[in-house]
């Protein structure tokens, strides 16, 4: 008589169950990893730097400057977003560089540039650009141009040297009273939640799930170019090391100098939130749009700090205005600069 096999106990094959679970998410951890490295190592034949290196107390930082500068007028800096970089909106760069030299440079461990340290502040970012104009043998004045969290660095540097600073153009770009009365959301897990992006790169799920939607732009060939400089390690590293920044970045912004009175400023805000939230994350697009009302009053505000300060609504962009709105964004930049001659403007508020 044969005896019946007893079937193992419950743990046993719940253990086998987590043992294939675990060697099928190995596997797929292993494959991610591989496609990334791989894809990274195909882009970077591909999309050599197209600007010129400076060495940042043994860090690179990359710096892309077009155009020739006239005597005497200022070299126009680009403080670019937080996933944008020193290629991004090109066709605004080329329509002031008719004018004036223009510098656009991709912050620490962005685009072409190596990795910075494991907590940046608005100070380290400020810090990087007085080394590298200075390294890179630009001379004051600036006039600077930022856009989205640029402007926290921008407004930062402003502040530290008002005699450098001829004029500032902020494009729906971030202020320290905006940061301010948002402080309350820096928290723990906000800043865990955004630097879990880093490791979804590591893993090349960023790559396959494009987040961004950058597969459907147009061109192919700029497409192709954004994804090897956004889906990276290192980028999503660099934007998790200034979230964890982000309150120091306040301390320091709030501890400054005052804003000179008398800069050229120029406040242009987007009439949507088109652009701030990535496509797939559009379950966050609610919490955006609310808060933009607010929004525009903190840039309204920011206009008034300085008697030659001017705020102006572009109706038609979205967030990243350089790039939905080039010859807006250009013609703020190439007013200021006109400006430089004649005499200083009263202060107006209108729309675009």
Known sequence: MVSKQ??????????????????????LLCTGALYQWLSV????????????????????????????RQS?????????????????????????????????????GTGWSDPGPPVITAGVLVSDL?????????????????SSIGGLTAELYSRRHP??????????AANSDGVN??????????????????????????????????????????????????????RMTSVCAMAHGLHASLAELNGAPALRSDLPLTVLTAGSSDGLIPPGLSWLRGK?????????????????????????LVKDSGHLIAGDQPH?????????????RLSAPSKTSHEE
């Open 163 to 172: 005699d450098f600073v001829s004029g500032l153009v902020m494009l729906d």
């Open 72 to 108: 005497g007028d200022p070299a126009v800096i680009v403080e670019s977003s937080g996933f944008g970089s020193s290629v991004s909106h090109r066709k605004a760069r080329e329509e002031i560089a008719v004018r004036a030299q223009v510098c656009s440079y991709d912050r620490a």
């Open 130 to 146: 007085e080394r590298l104009l200075a390294g890179a043998a630009i001379p004051p004045p600036y006039l600077i141009v930022a």
């Open 181 to 234: 009365r948002k402080a309350a959301l820096i928290t723990g897990t906000n800043i865990a939640l955004l630097c879990s992006a880093k490791w979804a790169a590591r893993f090349g799920l960023l790559r396959l799930a494009d987040p961004f939607g950058l597969r459907g732009e147009s061109p192919a060939a700029d497409a192709s170019r954004s994804i090897a400089q956004l889906y990276t390690v290192e």
């Open 288 to 312: 955006a749009d609310a808060f933009r009302s607010e929004f525009l009053q903190t840039q309204q505000q920011f206009a008034a700090r300085s008697t030659r300060g001017t705020w102006r």
């Open 6 to 27: 007893k079937s193992p106990p419950r743990w046993r094959r719940l253990r086998r169950l987590f043992f294939g679970v675990s060697v099928v998410v190995f596997a």
């Open 328 to 340: 807006i964004a250009a013609e703020a930049v190439l007013e200021i600069l006109a400006r430089g």
């Open 41 to 68: 190592r195909t882009e970077a034949g591909r999309y050599p730097a197209p600007g010129t290196f400076v060495s940042i107390d043994g860090r690179r930082l990359h710096m892309v400057c077009i155009g020739n």
